[in-house]
């Protein structure tokens, strides 16, 4: 089951995409044949090539960093492997660190980059100073200081988490995904629902809502600081909690109606989301939630338009519908000042199909959504490519897979996973097909992974 | 009414006769019932009275006793016809025969207690989406407010929302339970005091 392709591939270079989908379909039924999505031209996606292996030499601590170095050489190290795009190689013996780089030994081992690291007390903080070499070239290839905070302190791992990102950045050009959290909705042993965040390598686990009761379908503001998100005061209303001060208020559209996931426009000001009963007007709403005015209305009619979400320009919306029958929603693309809809899923007449769930990616080339083909078949988490070739891709192949959200690199998505030991919160990596679960056990779902959270 | 005066009017001319007794010399023989036998008999009189009226008093009160209990078993019942849920099939918001012969019985009780107000809560099994199952739980609730307007009921007397697969009523993965979740449910928001059975 290797198919050689990337999404990268498909995403930068779309002259490379009909060779490599040629090659995919001329492969043997193989993994495909389980599960007959129409129109998926692909079963997984891996790497064309060997991520470039990375070596960690041991941090060294200064001046009372110390006590903290290895701490933060395991963050960043993790953060590393989670970003998918190194082999690394860290938790090396004391003896491996040291002044002087020795260039032929990291090449011996198989490293194409050396990272080094001294951390530095500063009385209320630590300094980061972290070195990418180049091990071919035999050069410094990167330099940086990253000022962290007290251990104990609040941002502490978001802090090693944005020098993780930069080592990225440094060695491929494009963002990291590590300063980021995700939120989900857990169902608590009390049976209610609350919104819960998470750092994106699952640690750091934290409630932001207090309603004892049901609270679902977190979405993040573009700047991060506020998420919007649906709970139940009798009918179904539309929340905002803003992350700096805990303030948590409930929406007031002004008309009656059941609102159901939200969603922010990328301009940070605009919400749009779900209405539903309670008047007759039923579809995607968007409510300036800044100013708290300006109610307008996209789409109408009884068709359960629900799930929106904003390409990254702000110029079209993707969501879900059930305007083919409730029994197979699809998933619509339509201009974000409302007009026509047109499918994105793989629906054919008689072929049923329910597909869910959508979120566009960052660099707005992909949108995933989650789907399944016949009334009882597994739930995968698929992605179109956008354009005028558009091609689908499936990226799981066991359980069940529910509510992808894109990670702030455009290459990974968090997803609802079902497997036989439960549920949990995992991450795949669009890149390699890599995934790995990040939360383990617990009632999770619809997870939405924030921006780049900077600071 | 005139029957108990009657016998407190006898009572009082036996008591005056019993307080003059002795002091005068003796009247000559009565011809008809000695003053003592007429005490007693108005005696025996009076207390029968009493216990008739006691009897029509409880009786009275039994009776409505018992229709007050037979109105507040209709109105209980009515409630329960009220709240009684309705199922629907798999991935289906359209009224099962069986649920639309319950909700015909709900819309007269609706229809002669225009106090009543009902929250009609939509609810999934747990396949499918989160999202879309609350969409799905919504669109059954809308398909029995519905059925209420298409009887002349007003809009405005029932609010609808959904719990999605949120508040299951039966746990379990079997289609037994998912057959329980598929359902509706009726929460009186307004006048339940009032409601009026038919």
């Known amino acids: ?455 | 009414m005139t029957h108990p005066r009657l016998l407190l009017t006898a009572l009082a001319a036996s008591l005056v006769l019993v307080a003059c007794g002795g002091d005068p010399p003796p009247p000559p023989a009565p011809t008809g019932p000695t003053a003592e036998e007429l005490a007693e008999m108005a005696r025996q009189d009076s207390i029968r009275a009493a216990e008739a009226a006691a009897r029509e008093a409880a009786a009275r009160a039994d009776s409505i006793r018992r229709a007050e209990a037979d109105a507040a078993a209709r109105m209980q019942a009515a409630r329960s016809t009220l709240e009684e849920m309705v199922f629907f099939d798999y991935d289906e918001a359209t009224l099962r025969p069986d649920a639309e012969r319950l909700l015909r019985q709900k819309a007269e009780i609706l229809r002669n207690s225009p106090a009543v107000r009902i929250r009609i809560e939509g609810h999934a099994d747990e396949r499918g989406s989160t999202e879309y199952n609350i969409a799905l739980g919504n669109a059954r609730a809308e398909a029995v407010r519905q059925f209420f307007t298409s009887f002349g009921l007003d809009a405005s007397r029932f609010a609808i929302t959904s719990y999605g697969e949120e508040r299951p009523l039966a746990q379990g993965s079997t289609e037994s339970a998912w057959a329980r979740n598929r359902r509706v449910e009726f929460v009186i928001t307004a006048g339940a005091d009032q409601i009026n059975p038919m």
């Open chain 1, 1 to 455: 089951m290797t198919v050689v392709s990337t999404l990268r591939t498909l995403r930068s270079s779309s002259a490379a995409v009909p060779a490599a989908l040629a090659l995919l379909l001329a492969l043997p039924g193989g993994a495909a044949a389980q599960e007959d999505f129409p129109g998926v031209a692909l079963g997984m996606v891996y790497d064309a090539v060997a991520p470039p292996g990375l070596a960690i030499q041991p941090f060294e601590g200064r001046f009372g960093g110390q006590g903290v170095a290895s701490g933060i050489e395991a963050i960043v190290g993790r953060d590393l492997t989670y970003s998918d795009r190194f082999a690394v190689v860290d938790s090396l013996p004391a003896s491996m660190g040291g002044e002087g780089v020795d260039y032929a030994l990291w090449d011996r081992l198989g490293a194409t980059y050396l990272l080094r690291g001294r951390v530095e007390g500063t009385g209320d903080g630590f300094v980061l100073v972290l070195e990418l070499h180049d091990v071919l070239y035999t050069r410094l290839a990167h330099e940086g200081r990253f000022d962290l905070p007290r251990r104990e302190a609040d941002g502490f791992r978001m802090a090693v988490h944005r020098a993780s990102d930069a080592v990225v950045e440094w060695a491929f050009g494009e963002p990291g995904m590590a300063a980021s959290r995700i939120a989900f909705s857990m169902m608590r042993d009390d049976g209610n629902r609350e919104i819960y965040v998470v750092d994106s390598d699952g640690e750091n686990l934290e409630r932001v809502t207090n309603h004892n009761d049901l609270a679902v379908s977190p979405a993040w503001s573009p700047d991060g600081r506020y998420i919007a998100y649906q709970a139940w005061p009798d009918l179904m209303g539309i929340f905002e909690v803003d992350l700096t001060t805990r303030q948590t208020r409930q929406l007031d559209p002004g008309r009656d109606g059941n609102y159901l996931t939200p969603t922010y426009h990328p301009d940070g000001q605009t919400l749009a989301f779900g209405v539903q009963g309670n008047n007759n007007r039923s579809g995607i709403f968007t409510f300036n939630v800044r100013r708290d005015c300006c109610l307008t209305s996209l789409t109408e009619g009884r068709f359960n338009d629900l799930s929106p979400v904003y390409s990254p320009d702000g110029r079209q919306l993707v969501f879900n519908s059930s305007r083919l029958g409730t029994a197979t929603p699809q998933i619509y693309v339509m201009s974000a000042s409302g007009g026509d809809p047109e499918v994105l899923s793989p629906y054919r007449y008689g072929a049923g199909g329910y597909y869910n769930a959508p979120d566009w990616s960052p660099y707005g080339d992909l949108v995933a959504f989650h789907g399944r083909v016949g009334r009882s078949g597994a739930y995968h988490i698929l992605v179109a490519r956008m354009g005028r070739n558009r091609e689908l891709l499936k990226l799981t192949v066991e359980g069940n897979n529910e509510d992808p959200s894109w990670a702030p690199d455009g290459r990974h998505i968090v997803f609802v996973g079902e497997r036989n030991w439960g549920k949990g919160l995992f991450v795949v990596d669009s890149g390699s097909g890599a995934i790995r679960a990040i939360l383990r056990g617990v009632d999770v779902g619809e997870p939405d992974w924030s921006p780049a959270l900077g600071n």
